[in-house]
């Protein structure tokens, strides 16, 4: 290197290009940076500064000058890179590699009753059944005038129906409804026979709610119209239904029993084993079915000379909570996380 101001000149505008672009991404880059520039013995800006004393006395001050604003940048551009891979290496060691993923933070499940109408509705669609709809707030006359309950029936009281509306007659109350039966009373009036159809749903009574009852909970209605149903159609459909729902070695009784909308009735009740039990377990009744009473078919005007059919109900809640092992119904409306996320 000649020692003339002109040469230091060009030289220290060659290190400002060089340090204006220099890109020191670790540690080790930014002390090699240091070391080449600033390095106490041999650091080229070190080193420049050499030169100033062989310089003509007049240059000596220019030449200083240019040289410690050189030392300045590079010693903040070193200062900069050593922030920078700080503030990088502690985000880096935030992330904990060896946490448990969370992937099943946020995974949704399906509610234990919506998985039991499921597995019910399923069942019965491969037995060829369709499925009704009908809506939650019903007139008397769907929920119980039509279905053949006679006018001082005890489940029009108060008590059991949840009234939405009084009117002077009763046939024009509206009302939640108490049961999923008045679907079959639209369907019929809908249609035309044959019909083999289920409506699940939910349904609404006044009671006490306690770990067994509830305001609200779900049934399962079915309905089967055509000429020559028999009541071994009926009991051979809810013989395969209980079969598949339960397992195929579940025992069934079906014992007579007494609705307003069907003649004759039966209930079906399983045998539920309970080892604590003093008898080993105990009937649980799963549905009330039936004969579809002439009345009804009456009521919708379909011939029954003509036609017969069958009818059952079910509730939902019941055989779930067995399922699962629930013990108080009222979870199963609370939507606690707590509860749901383990379906
Ligand atoms: N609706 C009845 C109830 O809520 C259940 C029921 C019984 C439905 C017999 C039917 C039936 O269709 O035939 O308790």
Redesign the pocket.
């Known amino acids: 290197m000649d020692n003339t101001i002109e040469s230091l000149k060009s030289t220290v505008a060659d290190l400002n290009r060089e340090i204006a672009t220099a890109h020191l991404l670790s540690t080790s880059e930014a002390e090699e940076f240091r070391v080449h520039y600033l390095g106490q013995k041999r650091g080229i800006i070190t080193q420049l500064f050499k030169v100033i004393p062989h310089l003509p006395k007049t240059d000596r001050r220019e030449a200083g000058q240019l040289l410690n604003a050189l030392r300045n940048t590079a010693q903040s551009t070193l200062a900069e890179a050593h922030s920078k891979v700080a503030k990088d290496s502690t985000a880096a060691s935030q992330i904990d590699l060896t946490l448990p993923g969370r992937q099943h933070r946020w995974k949704g499940s399906r509610h234990p009753i919506s998985l039991a109408l499921t597995k019910i509705t399923d069942i019965f669609n491969r037995m060829g059944f369709n499925i009704a709809e009908g809506p939650e707030m019903e007139d008397d006359w769907h929920n119980f005038t039509a279905l053949n309950f006679p006018d001082d029936h005890p489940a029009r009281d108060m008590q059991d129906t949840l009234f939405i509306d009084e009117g002077h007659q009763h046939s024009s109350h509206i009302l939640m409804r108490t049961?999923t039966?008045p679907v079959?009373i639209r369907a019929m009036l809908d249609g035309k026979p044959p019909f083999r159809l289920i409506a699940p749903g939910r349904v609404y009574r006044n009671e006490t709610i306690t770990y067994k009852s509830y305001c609200l909970f779900h049934?399962v209605?079915?309905l089967v119209v055509d000429e020559g149903v028999t009541m071994a159609d009926l009991k051979t459909t809810i013989y395969s239904f209980a079969q598949s729902f339960f397992g195929h070695d579940v025992k069934l009784r079906y014992r007579p029993s007494f609705?307003p909308?069907?003649e004759p009735?039966a209930e079906l009740d399983v045998w539920w084993e309970l080892p604590d039990h003093p008898n080993g377990g105990r009937w649980m009744e799963v549905l009330?079915?039936?004969m579809v009473h002439p009345n009804v078919l009456q009521a919708v005007g379909i011939d029954a000379e003509r036609y017969t059919g069958y009818?059952?109900?079910m509730g939902v809640e019941r055989p779930a909570m067995l399922h699962y092992g629930i013990q108080d119904i009222r979870v199963l409306y609370e939507n606690d996380n707590r509860f749901l996320s383990q379906f």
């Open positions: 049961h039966s079959q049934q209605e079915g609705f909308f069907t009735s009330g079915s039936g009818a059952f109900g």
